[in-house]
């Protein structure tokens, strides 16, 4: 009798170590998001892990890297673009959950100096003079062909007139918080990122603001991916709660749906 008991408490204890590997992964999602949220989103992970028991796994990118990842199969449960051409791509690449979609957040496009630079109060419209503005120094953004805070830097300034002259300056960076970082350095005297982005870096400074209609509405899209487990669906209905809209804009982001809790 009681060697049967001990026989059963044996496998009770190898099906657990069997088990409990399997079950632990369950309880993990991978999100995949643009760098510039990484502040953010690092926070809301921790809150949502601790109050969910489900660990986010976050990997941060320009979103086009994330986007062709996702394409060569990484495996990720959420994708969040910071433009919605990186998320039309993954969809139509039969990669994304279209029904899950939502654009999430918006942002703005600032001019950025290092905090000591003497630069200072830009105003940015019509006739700006970007290049005459860095002198003989480095102009720091995204790549402008593939990096979403890039591409709105180019659109806004080919439509203010400033690209052309410009354009020999630019360092082009893998992503938006590369760009930040060669501007925070001082290794470019002047950098083109997001209002959230300039927020949490304290050597820089901003100098001056885009106008909101001299490039497309900056959008970030999130969606779970066609592979996405279960879980994916909590976690994108926190990332559209009260608690979510009040860190996203304690960061300097524009919460875009209605709050859903």
């Known amino acids: ?6 026989l059963f408490a044996a496998l009770a204890v190898l099906c ?4 409990s590997p399997a079950l632990a992964e369950d309880k993990r999602l991978t999100v995949f998001a643009a760098a510039s949220m ?7 992970n921790t809150a949502y892990a601790a109050n969910t028991g489900v660990k ?15 394409e060569q ?8 673009s910071a433009d919605t051409d990186w998320m039309d791509y993954a969809i139509a690449r039969k990669d994304i959950d279209e029904s899950t979609r939502i654009n999430l957040l918006g942002n703005s496009l600032v001019l950025i100096a290092p905090k000591d630079s003497a630069i200072d109060n830009v105003a940015i419209g019509r006739g700006f003079d970007l290049a005459k503005l860095a002198g003989d120094g480095r102009i720091a953004a995204g790549d402008v062909n593939a990096v979403p805070a890039g ?8 439509d203010l007139g400033a690209w052309r002259t410009a354009e020999p300056k630019f360092a082009m960076a893998d992503s938006v918080r590369a760009a930040l970082t060669l501007v925070a350095r001082a290794e470019a005297v002047l950098g083109i990122v997001y209002a959230s982005d300039a927020r949490i870096e304290p050597g820089v400074k901003i100098v001056g603001t885009f106008p909101a209609d001299s490039h497309r509405p900056i959008v970030y899209p999130v ?9 994916a669906a909590g976690y994108l209905a926190f990332l559209r709660s009260s608690r979510a809209k009040t860190t996203f804009e304690k960061y300097g982001f524009t ?7």
Request: charged residues 20%; hydrophobic residues 55%.
């Open 1 to 6: 009798m009681y060697r049967i008991a001990g």
């Open 16 to 19: 657990g170590l069997v088990l």
């Open 223 to 231: 969606a779970a991916t066609a592979a996405a487990k279960a879980e």
């Open 38 to 44: 990484k502040n953010a989103l690092d926070e809301l």
């Open 255 to 261: 919460f875009l749906p209605r709050p859903t809790s």
């Open 56 to 70: 986010i796994v976050a990997s941060y990118a320009a979103s086009s890297t994330l986007a062709k990842q996702i």
């Open 73 to 80: 199969g990484a495996p990720a449960d959420i994708f969040v």
């Open 151 to 158: 591409k709105y830097a180019k659109a806004a300034l080919e």
